[in-house]
Structure formats: structure tokens, C-alpha cells
């Protein structure tokens, strides 16, 4: 779980804080849909204050950026977010997501040198980032 300095600050939370379901249920979440469903993952029995649903992924780590909310950090998208201290981690237990990063393509593209460039070079790139 992450959020932005900013947030925790104005919402009397340090990293310090350890953060669970009930101090969770009490902040504005960031969700990609309306019924919370990525983080029931995590809390299934999750109800928050407020939430805000956002488009994407990525427009959701924007808004945990501007300090809106708290969002689930899946890594390691949001290493260089942390390393940069766009964002910063929330004091909890880390959680084990059964998730996983598909490269997809056309069907007559699979045969192309740059497809498998590509996908040698996101395979480094993850490698590394364990």
C-alpha cells in the first residue's frame, strides 16, 4: 500500500503507522472499480470512507501521487516511484498477490526479432527488479 507524504501527513499518518483494515476503512481509497474489487483481494471484508475510482492503473498511482489517496502498490511498477519518493510505502504486512505481467501480441507477429527483443528486455528488466 502506498500514498504520498503529503497524504499521510494530513491524514495524522507516518510510515511508522501500522496500517490494517479498520485505519484502512477510516482513508479515501483509491480503487479501479466501484465495488473495491482489487482490494478486496487483500481485505475481503474491506468498506472504505471514501473511495475514489479511477481509469487505470496508472491514473491511480497519479492520484495516490497528488496525495488523494491510498492506493495498492504492485511492485515492481512502483519501485522507481518509491526509489524517487513519489510515493512512499505504508506500514503493513506485505502481501503475496498471485499476479502476473502477459507480453500479447498479434498472432502473425510472434515471429518478429523485434518482439523477441522486446521480450527479452522486459525479462532482464523484472530480473533485476526482485
Not at 481509497?29 to 483481494?41: A, M, P, S, V
Not at 487483500?42 to 470512507?49: D, E, L, T, W
Not at 504486512?93 to 501480441?105: H, N, R
Not at 498479434?106 to 515471429?111: C, P
Request: hydrophobic residues 45%; aromatic residues 10%.
Amino acid at each position: 500500500m502506498i500514498a504520498s507524504e503529503r497524504y499521510l501527513t494530513e491524514n495524522g499518518l507516518d510510515q511508522q503507522t501500522f496500517v490494517n483494515q479498520a485505519l484502512l476503512g477510516e482513508n479515501t481509497l483509491l480503487t479501479l472499480n466501484e465495488n473495491l474489487e482489487d482490494w478486496g483481494q487483500i481485505f475481503p471484508n474491506i468498506v472504505a470512507k471514501e473511495r475514489i475510482v479511477c481509469d487505470s492503473y496508472f491514473a491511480a498511482l497519479r492520484a495516490a501521487e497528488e496525495g488523494l489517496g491510498i492506493c495498492v502498490g504492485l511492485t515492481p511498477i512502483i519501485n522507481h516511484w518509491l526509489k524517487t519518493r513519489r510515493v512512499v510505502k505504508l506500514n503493513a504486512d506485505p502481501i503475496e498477490a498471485e499476479l502476473a505481467y502477459w507480453l500479447v501480441s498479434k498472432k502473425t507477429s510472434e515471429e518478429l526479432p523485434s518482439l523477441d527483443a522486446l521480450y527479452k528486455w522486459a525479462h532482464t528488466l523484472f530480473a533485476q527488479l526482485k
